[in-house]
């Protein structure tokens, strides 16, 4: 059901200065009288209050101007917890971290001693720091990577974990980046700084040495990481009260990619918190192993990893300006998800190589061209050419077909099981039938729900009534004969993910649960009011094919357009893949990066869950150097400013041709959202070619529950049911 938050869970500025901790003195009759409005109000700055964890949460007091801070007593659960406070002047509120909350409801209260009125309280509710918090039950078995974690600039991994919860004890470490451009551990007992330690001058103008405070923790279950410029040598310990000078506020969440292998395990690598490019700006930068779709190819247990592990964050740091969520691929699938189904997590997004999600845009189409990779190879009882192969796919190179085949397993059961998972566990089914399933569909079990004979996850995969072709057929492509050759044999895939003559049937409880949940990307939950970037490294055009491809961006595009009438949040930014997918060596990414950063701060994000920017407030505050457009090929590439619309006559489209893909030949929009299309009876007069009866009735029979009709609401679909659900 809906979780109805508290405070937004983000990271704010805080300009914090210790100027000394308060002590609890007796109640005093000289203490001034709380003037009007001038109430004292408590609140979690480090997570809503009824999403804490760990046994402790960094808490804010404030009140009308002038109110005397230095005499406020805070009780938890009746124990006076005020020394845990200081005085943060120019904020004007106190801060502190409160730990020794029980598991369950905890009460905290600020009172000035001898006064009733302007006191108050808040109901904390405290979580295990292992979780779940909101994503179920965990799922088991669970393989600890920690003592395969290496940390950066030593030769060391976090050793052992501690339980089976794969805890360690949070561990410090002071890395420097070298005049040589690699990062060294700092001595410990340094007291001068290292001959090779390069220098670095932030975004606020101010030079420090390039030295980085590095922790390293576990939260729910994941290693999290977090990086920020600290001088250990001239600063003070980090605080919430004590913000090291080279931090600019604001933080970079960094969500790593993939899919195979990233289920029932904790992961030995994050997304990476130690980019030299976005420290030295003065960036702090945060991830967690479970953070890297790699590790766990489940978008709700990386939203509730990164929910955590922000809290852990500032529980330390203190509240921050903004957090970008960044990352690619699988990364992307990450921060649409988070932003849209668990809005404050992070403020804006900078998506790269992107999908609106694993489980359909990215499933329905890599399993798409593994069933028309299957018939080409065997299964045609007439003839094709290549580039009538290409055109039923829609890819702009046939190669994408086999590229994105293997990775199409990742529904199989079998296929990608992790390295940690030992192999008498593995599922198979003649010699393990109730053994572990490695795949998309198992490892969203909580949400999708099970087969009560089979103990499988119930599947929302579905390819019935989809005409294959069609498109290619309307233009004069293929032929009749082949495209009912290729609709009737096409078939689909049973449970285990083994080609079969009929076609995939969706379960519609995990239809319905995709849409509900937001498994699907809505686009017009937190999305609508997020502002979003699209960096795309264009892919298409590579000889050996690859699953980046460029219609995706255009797919999440016009789910935002059509759930909120507007893009107003959306920007495209197009370049060649000089270098790489998704690599801060490219001016564009950081430009993308720096420019959200400029967004949100004009932006000014709120901490109200009920606040949040509308589209209008988000287009009003886009920078006017933000702008859409595409770099050319050149050896000194320009930038062309132009709407990135899929028009063939524009010149970035000529340039990194968007393309399709299967069902959008088939019929289906480029938005890609329906699961389960709802048939009705073809119509002879409706196609764009002539049937012979033989034909017609061999069309009849290859789609005995009729075809697609893409202008009737899909099979199992169903309305959002809002943001913050838990399960």
Same mark, same amino acid.
């Given at each position: ?27 005093? $009759? ?112 669970? $393989? ?56 670095? !001058? ?58 195979? &292998? ?67 691929? =699988? ?35 890599? !399993? ?144 319905? $649960? ?25 892919? &298409?055009?590579?000889?050996?094919? &690859? ?168 099979? =199992? ?11």
């Amino acid at each position: 059901m809906p979780l109805l938050p508290g405070p937004r869970i983000r990271l704010l500025t805080a300009a914090i200065a210790a100027l000394g901790v308060l002590v609890a003195g007796p109640a005093l $009759a000289e203490v001034p009288a709380a003037t009007e409005g001038s109430g004292l109000h408590l609140d979690t700055a480090s997570s809503a209050p009824d999403l804490v964890t760990g046994g402790d949460a960094l808490v804010e007091i404030s009140s009308g101007h002038g109110f005397p801070h230095d005499r406020v007593e805070v009780t938890l659960n009746g124990k006076d917890v005020t020394s845990a406070f200081t005085w943060d002047g120019s904020r004007e509120v106190l801060v502190g971290r409160v730990d020794g909350m029980v598991q369950g409801e905890n009460l905290l209260r600020a009172a000035l001693p001898g006064q009733a009125r302007g006191a108050d309280e808040l109901t904390v509710i405290n979580h295990p720091d292992e979780g779940p918090l909101f994503s179920g039950p965990h799922e088991q078995p669970f $393989a600890c990577e920690t003592q395969d974690f290496e940390i950066p600039g030593t030769d060391e991994t976090l050793g052992e974990p501690l339980d089976e919860n794969c805890s360690i004890e949070d561990r410090v470490d002071h890395v420097y980046y070298t005049t040589a451009g690699t990062w060294e551990s700092f001595p410990e007992d340094a007291t001068a700084y290292p001959e090779d330690l390069a220098r670095t !001058t932030t975004d606020e103008g101010i030079e420090v040495p390039f030295i980085v405070r590095l922790a390293h923790g576990t939260a729910n279950r994941g290693i999290f990481q977090h990086a920020a410029l600290h001088d250990p040598l001239t600063e003070d310990p980090v605080t919430p009260a004590a913000r090291p000078a080279g931090w600019n506020g604001e933080v970079v969440y960094t969500l790593g990619g993939g899919c195979v &292998d990233g289920w029932y395990r904790q992961g030995p690598t994050t997304g990476g918190v130690l980019d030299p490019r976005v420290l030295s700006k003065g960036y702090a930068m945060v991830s967690s192993s479970l953070n890297v779709f790699g590790n766990n190819c489940n978008d709700l247990l990386t939203s509730e990893t990164a929910q955590m592990t922000k809290e852990e964050f500032i529980e330390t740091y203190g509240r921050d300006d903004f957090t970008i969520g960044l990352g690619a691929s =699988g990364g992307s699938y990450q921060g649409h998800q988070a932003a849209d189904n668990y809005p404050g997590i992070f403020d804006g997004i900078v998506v790269g190589a992107s999908f609106p999600e694993v489980g359909f845009a990215t499933i329905d189409s890599i !399993t798409d061209a593994r069933l028309l990779q299957n018939y080409f190879a065997g299964g045609a009882e007439v003839d094709w050419t290549q580039e009538q192969k290409r055109q039923v796919t829609g890819f702009q190179t046939l190669a994408t077909t086999d590229n994105v085949s293997g990775g199409a397993l990742r529904i199989d059961p079998r296929e990608f099981c992790p390295p940690t998972l030992p192999q008498e566990q593995r599922y198979d089914p003649e010699t393990t039938p109730t053994g572990v399933r490695c795949d998309v569909y198992d490892h969203t079990a909580t949400i999708y729900g099970t087969d009560p004979e089979t103990g499988f996850a119930l599947r929302p995969l579905d390819n019935v009534g989809i005409q294959y072709g069609l498109a290619a057929l309307a233009d004069g492509t293929i032929d009749v004969d082949q495209f009912l050759d290729l609709n009737d044999a096409i078939g689909g895939y049973d449970q285990d993910a083994n080609f079969r003559p009929e076609r995939s049937v969706a379960d519609l409880p995990a239809v319905e $649960a995709a849409y509900r949940t937001g498994r699907l990307t809505d686009g017009g939950q937190g999305l609508a009011s997020t502002p979003v970037i699209d960096y795309r490294a264009y892919a &298409d055009e590579k000889p050996a094919g &690859d699953i980046h491809i460029r219609y995706h961006t255009s797919s999440m595009r016009e789910r935002l357009r059509d759930a909120n009438g507007s893009i107003e949040n959306h920007v495209s930014l197009l370049e060649d893949d000089r270098y790489g997918l998704f690599s801060t060596r490219s001016p564009l990414l950081m430009h993308a990066l720096t420019e959200m950063d400029a967004w949100l701060t004009e932006l000014e994000p709120t901490d109200d869950l009920q606040d949040r920017p509308t589209l209008t407030e988000i287009g009003a505050a886009r920078p006017d150097s933000l702008v859409e457009g595409c770099m050319d090929q050149g050896a000194d590439p320009e930038f062309h400013a132009m709407t990135l619309d899929r028009d063939p006559a524009s010149a970035c489209e000529q340039l990194y041709p968007s393309a399709s893909f299967p069902r959008e030949v088939a019929g289906e929009s480029v938005k890609a959202d329906v699961i389960a299309c709802t048939t009705s009876e073809p119509v002879r007069a409706e196609y764009p070619v002539e049937f012979t009866d033989e034909q017609w009735e061999q069309l009849l029979a290859a789609f005995p529950d009729g075809v697609c009709d893409y202008t009737l609401p899909g099979r =199992g679909e169903v309305e959002h049911a809002g943001t913050w659900q838990r399960f």
